[in-house]
C-alpha cells in the first residue's frame, strides 16, 4: 500500500499562510502544504502547558488535550469581555479584596489576580443582553478551605454555576440561554480565596473556544480555513481511502466535513461530523454513490475513521470496526484537492485533527482493522482522553 499523503500523527511544521502536509515515498520527502488562513492573531496551548499567542495566518498546534498535538480549527468568535485580564479595573465589586499580578498565570507570566471574599460578594464589569451566551475563566485556589464561588448572570450576585475549583488552574465554562442585561461576573462566599485569570464572554455561542484576550475593547478572532492539500499525482480516481484521527468542538447541528475532491461537490470523498454521527459519502458526477452514517457517543470525543473507495467495493471504518459497505457504488473523476470542507468551501470542519491520511489503493480490511484501531490500552485511554483508574 502507498501512504501518498501524511498529515500530523505527532509530525508538525506550519508557517505563515500554511501548514504541512507531505509524501515521503521510498525516503523522498515532497511537500503538500495546506493552504491556511485566520485574518486575526489567535491563542493556544503549547507543549509546555502555557497560553500562547500566534500570529495572524499561523495554524495552531494545540496541546490542551493531546501531548502529541492537535491542529486546532475554530470559527469567528468575539470577546465581550473587553478587560479579560483586567480584574481589578472591573467597575463592580462588591465584598472582595482584589490584588493584581498576584501569582503565575496560565500564559506563563505573573498577572493572575487574588480575589478574597470578606463576605458574599461579587465582582462585574459588563452588562449584555443576548441570546444565548457561554461565559469562561481559569481558575484555581490560594488555599485548602471550601471555595464556593462560580459564575454569576442576569444581576444576580449569587453563584450561579459553582466552580469544582481545585489547587491546578482550570478552565471553567457555562452556557446560558438569555441574558437579560443584568451584570455578570464572578460570584463568591465569605472566606472565599481564589487566583482567576482570562475571562471570556462569548455571545450567540453554546460551547467556549480558545482564549481571546482583551484590554479595553472587544476582541475577535477570525474564522480558520485550511485547504488545497495536493494534487492529481497523489489522489486516485478509481480507488483509495481517506483515513482522520479527529473530533468536534461540540455536538451541533453544523456539518463539519473532511473532503478528498475536485474542489467542489460533484466529484468528492468526504468525511463529516454532525450531531451524534459520522458520516461517510462519495458523488459521482454530483450524484451520491455511497452515503453512510454511524451514531457515536459524541463527535467531540476523538474517533479513527475511514473510508474504502473502490468500483462496487466501498467500506466505512471506525475506531477499528466496519462499519458500512456498499457494493454499486462507482467512483469519482477529477480528484485534486484535501481540505477541511465538504469540497467547495463550506461546511468547514471546525474541530481538533491528529492525524489525515491518503491511500492511494484500497486497504485490506485487515490493514483497515489496524489503521483504525489503538496500538495498545494505554494509548487508546489516552487518545479518547479518558482517566487511568486501574491498570492492572
Known amino acids: 500500500m502507498a501512504q501518498t499523503l501524511k498529515f500530523g500523527n505527532k509530525v508538525w511544521a506550519a508557517k505563515e499562510d500554511s501548514v504541512l502536509a507531505y509524501n515521503d515515498i521510498n525516503n523522498n520527502y515532497k511537500p503538500l502544504p495546506f493552504d491556511f488562513a485566520r485574518a486575526s492573531i489567535g491563542t493556544r496551548v503549547n507543549k509546555d502547558g502555557l497560553i500562547e499567542t500566534m500570529g495572524q495566518d499561523i495554524a495552531r ?11 486546532l480549527l475554530e470559527p469567528a468568535r468575539t470577546n465581550l469581555e473587553d478587560k479579560s485580564n483586567g480584574f481589578s479595573t472591573w467597575s463592580s465589586n ?19 489576580t487574588r480575589l478574597q471574599f470578606t463576605a458574599n460578594g461579587f465582582c462585574a464589569n459588563k452588562t449584555q443582553a443576548l441570546l444565548s451566551y457561554t461565559m469562561s475563566c481559569y481558575a484555581k485556589r490560594n488555599d485548602s478551605g471550601t471555595q464556593n464561588v462560580g459564575f454569576f448572570t442576569n444581576g444576580s450576585g449569587i453563584v450561579n454555576s459553582a466552580w469544582e475549583i481545585t489547587s491546578e488552574w482550570k478552565r471553567f465554562s457555562y452556557t446560558f440561554p438569555t441574558l437579560n442585561g443584568g451584570a455578570m461576573g464572578i460570584a463568591g462566599n465569605s472566606g472565599a480565596d481564589i487566583s482567576v485569570f482570562g475571562f471570556q464572554l462569548e455571545g450567540l455561542a453554546s460551547y467556549p473556544t480558545s482564549y481571546i484576550p482583551t484590554s479595553g475593547s472587544t476582541v475577535t478572532r477570525a474564522a480558520e480555513t485550511c485547504n488545497n492539500s495536493g494534487n492529481s499525482e497523489v489522489f486516485n480516481d478509481s480507488e483509495g481511502v481517506l483515513f482522520a484521527d479527529i473530533a468536534a ?8 466535513a473532511i473532503s478528498v475532491s475536485d474542489s467542489s461537490t460533484s466529484d468528492r470523498i468526504t468525511l463529516s461530523l454532525y ?16 452515503n453512510v452514517s454511524q451514531s ?97
Request: with cysteine; glycine share 8%; charged share 20%.
Open 94 to 112: 462588591s465584598n472582595i479584596t482584589r490584588t493584581s499580578d498576584y501569582i503565575i498565570s496560565p500564559d506563563g507570566t505573573q498577572n493572575a
Open 275 to 290: 450531531q451524534s454521527s459520522l458520516y461517510a459519502y462519495i458523488a459521482d458526477g454530483g450524484v451520491g454513490q455511497f
Open 296 to 392: 457515536v457517543n459524541s463527535i467531540s470525543q476523538y474517533h479513527k475513521v475511514a473510508i474504502k473507495y473502490k468500483t462496487n467495493d466501498c467500506a466505512f471504518w471506525i475506531d477499528g470496526f466496519e462499519v458500512a459497505t456498499d457494493t454499486s457504488a462507482t467512483m469519482p473523476t477529477g480528484l485534486i484537492e484535501l481540505a477541511f470542507d465538504k469540497g467547495d468551501g463550506n461546511d468547514d470542519l471546525y474541530g481538533k485533527t491528529k492525524e489525515l491520511g491518503y491511500y492511494d489503493t484500497a486497504l485490506t480490511d485487515a490493514e483497515l482493522e489496524t489503521l483504525t484501531s489503538y496500538r495498545n490500552w494505554v494509548s487508546m485511554v489516552n487518545e479518547l482522553n479518558l482517566n487511568i483508574i486501574y491498570n492492572g
Open 249 to 256: 468542538l461540540v455536538n451541533d447541528n453544523n456539518f463539519k
Open 61 to 71: 498546534i494545540d496541546y490542551t488535550d493531546s501531548a502529541d498535538g492537535v491542529l
